[in-house]
Nanobody
Framework: QVQLVESGGGLVQAGGSLRLSCEAS??????MGWFRQAPGKEREFVAL????????YYADSVKDRFTISKDRTKNTVYLQMNSLKAEDTAVYHC?????????????WGQGTQVTVSS
């Protein structure tokens, strides 16, 4: 089973930027996705990327603000988050096996906290 380790979270003011990283313990062959869960809310899909090609898909709430990318040599996927809003505050998790429509697969990282102050 692949191990996923997220990093890069923190506290930022509204309008600021953060870049999250998710490093996998071995080569990935499936889609990788980012999801988030805010306090008292269900986990929601954020973005996904196809590991072998260039397909990406975003939730409407983050489109044009967030960018997902990958570095296959490092087995790492990134989430560049710009123009952050208070409602982006959540624990962000990466996931392997995410379907093209944003349904999560079986492997999760421990998560990294993102807090946006207004």
């Amino acid at each position: 089973q692949v191990q996923l380790v997220e990093s890069g979270g923190g506290l930022v003011q509204a309008g600021g930027s953060l870049r999250l990283s998710c490093e996998a313990s071995r080569r990935i062959f499936s889609n990788m996705g980012w999801f988030r869960q805010a306090p008292g809310k269900e986990r929601e899909f954020v973005a996904l990327i196809n590991w072998s090609g260039g397909f990406t898909y975003y939730a409407d709430s983050v489109k044009d603000r967030f960018t997902i990318s990958k570095d296959r040599t490092k087995n790492t996927v990134y989430l560049q988050m710009n123009s952050l809003k208070a409602e982006d505050t959540a624990v962000y998790h990466c996931n392997t096996g995410t379907t093209p429509t944003g349904v999560p697969g079986g492997n999760w990282g421990q998560g990294t906290q993102v807090t946006v102050s207004s």
